[in-house]
């Protein structure tokens, strides 16, 4: 069966990591619902916030549902709004700021053995 539901149901946690400012996550799909593959999530950051700065050997895809942030990647910094994709590399250094005056929100997906 399907897993379907909605975002806003699923349980917000704050991030609880260095660097990390007005963040939380929503685990959307996971393995434990049975996703072999990849992991889905629903990052909020909230007004001047932002995601941990950091890199990892795996890939992320994001996509911006609302809001406006400003992706910090190794030397380049990008605006990004509402229908912007994000396309992560492995090694890549990045974080997501939150540049506008409303809540930033945005899907996210890993795979599945990037998860602790």
């Known amino acids: 069966m399907a897993k ?3 975002s806003f149901e699923v349980e917000n946690k704050k991030m609880e990591v260095d660097g ?10 996971t393995p434990e619902d049975g996703a072999p593959n990849f992991a889905m999530r ?11 700065a950091h890199s990892h050997d795996f890939e992320h895809e994001m996509f911006v549902l609302e809001g406006e942030a400003t992706v ?3 030397n380049s910094e ?3 709004s509402e ?4 396309f992560i590399k492995p090694g890549e250094f990045h974080t997501v700021k939150n540049t506008g005056t ?4 945005f899907l996210c997906m890993v795979p599945n053995y990037s998860i602790k």
Request: glycine share 10%.
């Open 78 to 80: 990008t605006k990004v």
């Open 4 to 6: 379907i539901g909605n």
């Open 20 to 29: 990390a400012k007005g963040a939380s996550i929503r685990w959307l799909i």
């Open 72 to 74: 910090v990647s190794d």
């Open 83 to 86: 229908g912007s994709f994000i």
């Open 102 to 105: 409303k809540v930033c929100r």
């Open 42 to 52: 629903m990052i909020t950051i909230e007004p001047n916030g932002q995601s941990p």
